[in-house]
């Protein structure tokens, strides 16, 4: 019987998670010091490239796990940016009243400094709020931008994502797709600064259009609000393409029961 495990769920199970020991937890009270939560003996060693004080060892061998030096780690974070697993964080509880954590993302839009968002865990699951306190965005992070995000420290070692809310946006910004909960504001920073011209670029902008109705009840507004600021027809705004199934599966539903 195979265990829940992240091949199988998606997400690391509490073993793999124990697995990850020593903890770099106190060392976090020291200050700024890397969690690496790789589990995966694949072909693989950007890490270890990436650290410029041999903290991270994966050898000749590149199919093995890294090996995490504590006491040579820095916190740099350098090798955030360079895991293409997205499996490196830092921690750091040095200062303040918060921890900071910082992550590795990948969507669009990119959260602002200083946005509220919803703190998750690696399932997914809302844990708390948090504060974006800054956005890296350098030219040699090949695109991953890696966030600093202050939660309170008793969920350090739990928090690993992030989902945008609305809150902080200016008031009286309307939502315009309910579904991805993305405003107004969003599809016209999308337009001015983000360069969007059409339909399908906005949604990879922001993700509007890409919840269960499928753009069903936003794709007009979007569309309005595209042609007003770039002065065109509707016809020429592209066409957005429906992606099913408009209900979200379990992958269970679709795999069967892996347990």
Known sequence: MDWPNLRTRGYLSPGEIARLRPSPLEAGLRGAVAVIECVEDIPCNPCEEACPNGAIVVGDDITRVPRFYEERCTGCGLCIPACPGLAIFVIDQSEGEDAIIKMPYEFLP????????????????????????????????????????????????????IKMTNEGTPAGDPTICRCMEVTRGEILRAIREGGARSIPAIKRRTTAGMGVCQGKTCSGLITGILCQEIGVDPECTGQDTARPPVRPLALDALGGDME
Do not use: F, W
């Not at 602002?112 to 306190?133: F, W």
């Not at 995000?149 to 070692?157: D, E, I, N, S, Y």
């Open 110 to 161: 990119v959260p602002r400094e200083g946005q509220q968002v919803q703190a998750l865990d690696r399932q997914g699951r809302a844990v708390c709020r948090g504060t974006v306190t800054k956005v890296v965005d350098a030219s040699g992070y090949n695109k991953t931008i890696v966030l600093h995000l202050a939660v309170p420290r008793q969920h350090v070692m739990d928090v690993r994502g």
